[in-house]
């Protein structure tokens, strides 16, 4: 059915919502092709194919479609689970969607499904956290030897609870998360991708970031210095625990600020995409 | 059927579907599945066959031109290149040696 032209109030929001159906489709879309591993290239060309793809179902100019139409033309498009792919075709692949999956926030997906209920991969949490345990212990126990010549128990346990404990921190972090109520979510078609790193974002800066900070890096990075300084751990040294903070502190903030940098281009650079795939 | 079995068959072959999808002239990306999928038992979807687009073109086996849309943005359409065109001639040769050997190689099971 196609909006009526003496209906120009009820047509403005019409408008409105057929775009916003396909910039929602999309963003989802990105969303599983990132976790995938997809490069940014590949996601913009896959999504690009896909907002030609929706045009084609529409068949008319956006500006006249109604919700009906909008609906239908995203129904002929696949499902998003289909866009969660499992083939690996390169190494790059493999890198990527494993520094998403831990940087962006995606090792917990939740999403509220079709019928409004929450839907957590638990199997994919938990295989990502023991690797990323036995990741954290094998890279303190190679610092160690780099540094140390040989190996010696004392490192390799920091290590391993260093790796340990962020296990820990995750865990308790995606249980609150997942322990929110679902009335307290907005559903998945609501719920635009960037909107969902963000609060991520802001629950990794608030609860995980201090925590992991305080709780596992600093000790360690500490304990580190003190051995390669060749000075005791305990009592506190001033010196040294102001050294290490802002040694810390500074690549943790810019690192931070970068990130946040690099989230809001991505955003603007879809949002401009998306904007130009409507003119 | 095995679906792990089917699902690995189909794509190993997406890829020479494609190519030989694009044999027969450009194509858009819609257009392509829609020529893909013309034929039945191929059934290829959406997200196989964009990022593969992606890559084919990185790879140089495609090359990208923009055209006009009735009501949308600018539709890109992908053409073989000749290095794509020779990829497709090794691949239908495997494909075909691979295919006769096979075929030849089940008769000989049903008649004995």
């Not at chain 1, 866009?83 to 493999?94: A, P, R």
């Not at chain 1, 500074?250 to 970068?258: A, D, N, Q, R």
């Amino acid at each position: 059915m196609n909006a009526n032209t003496n209906a120009p109030m009820n047509m403005q929001s019409e408008i409105y919502d057929a775009r916003k159906a396909l910039g929602g489709y999309l963003e989802r879309t990105d969303l599983l092709l990132a976790r995938s591993g997809l490069s940014r290239s590949e996601r913009d060309e896959t999504l690009g194919q896909i907002s030609e793809q929706f045009y084609d179902l529409l068949g008319v100019p956006i500006e006249e479609a109604d919700r009906e139409l909008t609906e239908n033309a995203i129904a002929g498009l696949a499902p998003e689970r289909a866009f969660e792919l499992n083939d690996v075709m390169s190494t790059g692949q493999i890198l990527r969607a494993t520094w998403y999956r831990f940087c962006i926030g995606g090792i917990v997906p939740i999403f509220l499904n079709d019928h409004g209920r929450k839907r957590v991969v638990w199997g994919e949490l938990i295989k990502v956290l023991v690797w990323l345990g036995i990741f954290m212990s094998l890279v303190f126990a190679i610092i160690n030897m780099m540094m140390l010549g040989s190996p010696s128990w004392r490192w390799i346990v920091s290590g391993i609870m260093f790796g340990f404990m962020q296990i820990g921190i995750w865990l308790r972090f995606n249980w609150l998360y997942h322990h929110t109520p679902v009335e307290a979510m907005p559903r998945a078609e609501d719920w635009s991708a960037p909107r969902l790193h963000k609060i991520r974002y802001v629950w990794i800066l608030t609860v995980g970031g201090p925590a992991f900070f305080v709780i596992a890096l600093f000790p360690t990075t500490y304990w580190l210095v003190s051995a390669i300084l060749n000075r005791p751990a305990w009592p506190i040294d001033n010196g040294l625990f102001v050294i290490v903070s802002v040694s810390l502190g500074v690549p943790l903030y810019l690192l931070s600020m970068w990130d946040g940098w690099r989230r809001r281009r991505n955003t603007r650079r879809f949002q401009n995409w998306d904007r130009s795939a409507n003119m | 059927m095995d679906n792990a079995w089917t699902a690995q068959l189909r794509k190993g072959l997406v890829e020479l579907a494609v190519l030989a999808a694009l044999n027969g002239g450009e194509a858009y990306g819609y257009q392509l599945l829609g020529r893909i999928n013309a034929f039945p038992g191929l059934n290829l979807n959406e997200p196989t066959v964009y990022p593969l687009l992606a890559r084919l073109t990185r790879a140089g086996y495609l090359t990208v031109r923009s055209g006009p849309s009735p009501h949308g943005p600018p539709r890109r359409y992908y053409c073989l290149t000749e290095s794509g065109r020779d990829r497709l001639k090794q691949m239908r040769t495997l494909w075909q040696t691979t295919n006769e050997s096979l075929t030849q190689l089940i008769q000989q099971g049903d008649e004995s």
